[in-house]
């Protein structure tokens, strides 16, 4: 999944230019999210990998809590009804948007 994750970078990097370190770091979180939160995986069942963070914690959290530090949830972002994002999962809408294309 790293190398993945890696080849999904590394191709919103190639599709911009920066103005600034700021506009740099904003897209890189962005994508970032939308990877955790809307992605599915298929190592992971076809689910993204807070998804299957939290059916993890479910699973695992009674029987040894010491595995968590914290509990794995969803907050409003990107990819939400509230979020810029609204309803975006697939990769050829995300890159038009963060490469600035309409």
Excluded at 46 to 60: I, L, S
Excluded at 76 to 102: D, E, F
């Amino acid at each position: 999944m790293v190398e993945r994750f890696n080849g999904r970078i590394a191709e919103v990097l190639a599709t911009r230019r920066y103005d600034s370190a700021q506009d740099l770091e904003s897209t890189l979180l962005r994508d970032v999210w939308l990877y955790n939160h809307l992605l599915p995986q298929k190592a992971l069942g076809h689910r993204c990998p807070m998804d299957a963070m939290k059916q993890w914690y479910e699973q695992w959290y009674a029987e040894r809590p010491g595995l968590f530090t914290k509990r794995p949830r969803k907050h409003p972002g990107h990819g939400t009804k509230t979020g810029a994002w609204a309803g975006t999962a697939r990769r050829g809408a995300v890159m038009a948007r963060t490469s600035g294309n309409p």
